[in-house]
């Protein structure tokens, strides 16, 4: 069964300082995609990056960098040099596309960056 | 600009008192499907749709019912909303396989609708 566990409940830091959310999937599937979305206080969710499972290579988008691992099945994502307006529940979610593209979904990260 | 436009946005409505959340989608998918979120649990798949006509039983399909009777249209129906349906419900919509995106092409959510059944 596919599952993903983003262990971290809530993080707080202080502003300019890096924060890693983590993420951890379980599939069977050999092709599947994982996602990160940002849910911001007002509630609507962001998309922020889709991965391929053939496709390890890590991505860097401003301050932005995830780390795709398929060896430890992880697909960690790093803010850099955090704002407070980084503030925001994350969601990392996996599918195995085919038919449905149904998005597994993690239980989300609050992460509170203070000023 | 590719949209998913879901409404109401925000509902109080009463115990019985059914209600529909509509769905639309300007983007030409296949694929539809409804999500509600709760709190410690994140989003759970209540409905999906594959095309017009063709809708399935995500996770958590009780009390909910849908309908797909134009491709850019997938409203959500409470027939009879019970208050273990308050949530925050979120449409999605995606071409008909990811194996089939582009680069950088992806499911789209709406921004969510705020449901409180009292």
């Known amino acids: 069964a596919q599952k993903v566990t983003q262990a971290q409940t809530e993080i707080s830091v202080v502003e300019k300082e890096d924060v890693t959310l983590d993420c951890v999937y379980e599939t069977r599937d050999t092709t599947y995609y994982l996602f990160w979305y940002k849910q911001p206080p007002s509630g609507e969710l962001v998309f922020l990056i889709r991965?391929?499972?053939?496709?390890?290579q890590n991505e860097i988008s401003g301050r932005y960098s995830w780390n795709f691992q398929k060896s430890t099945s992880s697909f960690n994502f790093t803010i850099t040099a955090s704002q407070v307006v980084d503030s925001a529940v994350y969601f990392c979610?996996?599918?195995?596309?085919?038919?449905?593209?149904?998005?597994?979904f993690g239980t989300g990260t609050l992460l509170a960056v203070q000023p | 600009e590719a949209q998913v436009t879901q409404n109401p946005r925000y509902l109080i409505t009463v115990t019985g008192k059914k209600l529909t959340v509509t769905c639309s989608q300007n983007m030409n998918h296949e694929y539809m499907s409804w999500y509600r979120q709760d709190p410690g649990l994140g989003l759970r798949q209540i409905y999906y749709?594959?095309?017009?006509?063709?809708?399935d039983k995500g996770d958590v399909p009780e009390g909910y019912k849908v309908s797909r009777k134009e491709k850019r249209n997938f409203p959500l129906i409470l027939e009879s909303p019970s208050p273990n349906q308050t949530s925050l419900y979120f449409c999605?919509?995606?071409?008909?396989?990811?194996?089939?995106?582009?680069?950088?092409?992806?499911?789209?959510f709406g921004e969510g609708s705020w449901l409180t059944v009292v």
């Open positions: 979610a996996l599918s195995e596309g085919g038919a449905t593209n149904k998005l597994i």
């Open positions: 749709s594959m095309n017009v006509e063709v809708t």
């Open positions: 999605a919509s995606s071409p008909k396989s990811l194996d089939r995106l582009i680069s950088g092409n992806t499911i789209y």
């Open positions: 991965r391929n499972s053939f496709d390890e």
